[in-house]
């Protein structure tokens, strides 16, 4: 028993240690239990066996194409012809797509939808696997999609009033202030005009073979990806993959995808945006800074650092909101994404205190510099590593109860913006291996590199009313800049590392169980009492 406990503890070292030894400038790999593959056309496709839920799976077809890749004389056609797709196809006249899946139990919103952002168009399709004859039309449909939409002239018109009313409705508060914002936020690039929503006059107005152009030029192999996860045989949705995409073809002359940038700037850029019906006030300042696409072991590494900075600053913020002084309800901090796929950013995010927006701004500033001057305790940090191992190993434990639509969208990802997907096996290894080594100082020098004295964007978003002080733009600017000027002190680490319960606990044994329908109450002739209710929703 021995020597088999020490040659399992060997072979454990050597996985370790293993990864430790390896160059960090080894190329991550695609979760090897997912079918990948691109046809002859550039089709690209996913496919992972998942049974949450059982006797489910779920589609996607993913379209590398949005709203900022609309001409001037298309804004708003993305989104028209998103709607298109559920208005006529080859095999499904007007609205039969939506007609037949709802027939079979699934809910049009809920199990199919989709969505237009600035740089995607994603079609979602939930289906039964169980019935026969469903699978089949499911791909039918996806194909279709892909190249089959009739976009017939009088189904256009139809809707044109759908998407108008829609517009008219959905022009809620949020969308109104967005408007106002992205053109300064956005300022320089072409996403700044190209919000998905579009422009009223062009969506009640475009010839008909404006929309039909962007689907011929945008709609095509090359751009396209098909991902199923779900409970289902991956070599089966394999070639009907290959029967349905592989014989579609990209259009002669076809229009060269373009990244496009956001540019840069010396001064900050600050958008106010007001509306009668927002209902908070919110605050966001960005760091802005070139996209860094993570393709190594080092680039993992990296990813690691980032959320054991965004983890400890953020528990910092969340003792700052439990004091009644905190001018915010909600605070979060901590490096991602951004607009586009050119630019990512450290950003710090508030959801202010009625009146209280400058002095969120404030606080948030302070906090970062804070971190900037006198960086982590090595208590915080070696907390937040343990945390992020655990995080890692329940994630691992609780792999088989992973939802296939959140896979789904974890693929979707990587075809759109090459996000790595190692799988959870992976990561839980090198989590293991990576974030012993990583130091304190390391962690101390990333807020010097993050928050910078260009490239900067403040947002604030408030109700537009006569009891909300909307502070103006010198003084959002004075308040990001009033944290350089203060007397700040070193964060003092409060949290005490002794156990809950100081002394020793005298154990006891079950003396009476009571059972209570689904649940069972126990008592201890030690004088504690249990309620216990087994579920398996978790393996951990």
């Given at each position: 028993m021995i020597k088999q406990f020490n040659l399992l503890l060997g072979l454990a070292f050597l996985l370790v240690s293993g990864i430790q030894a390896q160059d960090l400038s080894t190329k991550l790999q695609l979760d090897p239990s997912i079918k990948y593959g691109k046809l002859d056309n550039g089709f690209t496709y996913y496919i992972k066996h998942n049974e949450e839920p059982e006797n489910r799976m779920e589609m996607r077809l993913v379209v590398n194409a949005g709203s900022v890749l609309e001409n001037d004389s298309q804004q708003g056609i993305a989104h028209l012809l998103e709607h298109m797709c559920f208005n006529g196809t080859e095999h499904f006249e007007k609205s039969a797509i939506v007609d037949f899946i709802e027939s079979t139990g699934v809910k049009f919103g809920q199990h199919l939808n989709a969505y237009t952002s600035f740089d995607e168009t994603v079609y979602m399709l939930q289906m039964p696997v169980d019935r026969t004859g469903l699978v089949d039309t499911a791909f039918l449909i996806m194909e279709d999609w892909a190249h089959n939409v009739s976009l017939e002239s009088e189904e256009i018109d139809k809707e044109r009033g759908v998407v108008i009313e829609e517009w008219r409705l959905g022009l809620g508060a949020d969308e109104r202030m967005r408007q106002q914002y992205f053109p300064v936020l956005l300022k320089g690039s072409k996403y700044a005009n190209r919000v998905p929503i579009g422009k009223k006059e062009i969506i009640e107005n475009c010839p008909y073979d404006t929309i039909r152009a962007f689907y011929h030029d945008w709609y095509r192999p090359d751009l396209m990806a098909m991902i199923v996860v779900g409970d289902v045989d991956p070599a089966a949705m394999e070639t009907k993959i290959k029967e349905h995409f592989a014989h579609i073809e990209n259009p002669e002359n076809e229009r060269k995808r373009v990244e496009f940038s956001i540019p840069d700037n010396k001064e900050p850029l600050i958008a106010v945006a007001t509306d009668e019906e927002a209902t908070y006030s919110m605050t966001a300042i960005f760091y802005k800074h070139p996209r860094d696409i993570k393709t190594t072991v080092g680039d993992y590494r990296d990813l690691l650092k980032e959320r054991l900075y965004n983890g400890m600053v953020n528990a910092r913020l969340a003792e700052i909101m439990q004091k009644p002084t905190a001018p915010f309800m909600y605070g979060y901090t901590g490096y991602g994404g951004f607009f586009g796929r050119t630019k990512e950013a450290y950003n710090s995010f508030?959801?202010?205190?009625?009146?209280?927006?400058?002095?969120?701004?404030?606080?948030?500033?302070?906090?970062?510099?804070?971190v900037e001057k006198f960086g982590f305790v090595a208590t915080e940090f070696e907390r937040q590593k343990q945390e992020l191992l655990r995080s890692f190993e329940k994630q691992y434990n609780e792999r088989d109860k992973m939802e296939s639509k959140a896979l789904a969208m974890e693929y979707a990802y990587n075809f759109l913006g090459d996000e790595p997907v190692p799988g959870i096996e992976a990561e839980y290894e090198m989590a293991k291996a990576l974030v012993p080594g990583i130091t304190l100082d390391e962690m101390n020098q990333l807020a010097e590199r993050w928050i910078t004295d260009e490239n900067i964007a403040i947002l604030v978003t408030a109700p537009e009313n006569e009891d909300v002080k909307v502070p103006t733009e010198k003084e959002i600017l004075e308040a990001l800049k009033s944290a350089?000027?203060?007397?700040?002190?070193?964060?003092v680490d409060n949290v005490s590392s002794e156990p809950l319960i100081p002394h020793e606990i005298k154990t006891g044994e079950i003396v009476n169980i009571e059972s209570k329908g689904e649940y069972e109450h126990w008592k201890l002739s030690n004088g504690a009492e249990v309620f216990i209710k087994p579920t398996d929703f978790k393996n951990d």
């Open positions: 508030a959801i202010a205190k009625p009146g209280q927006i400058r002095e969120a701004i404030e606080v948030m500033a302070e906090e970062n510099e804070r350089q000027g203060k007397d700040l002190q070193p964060y």
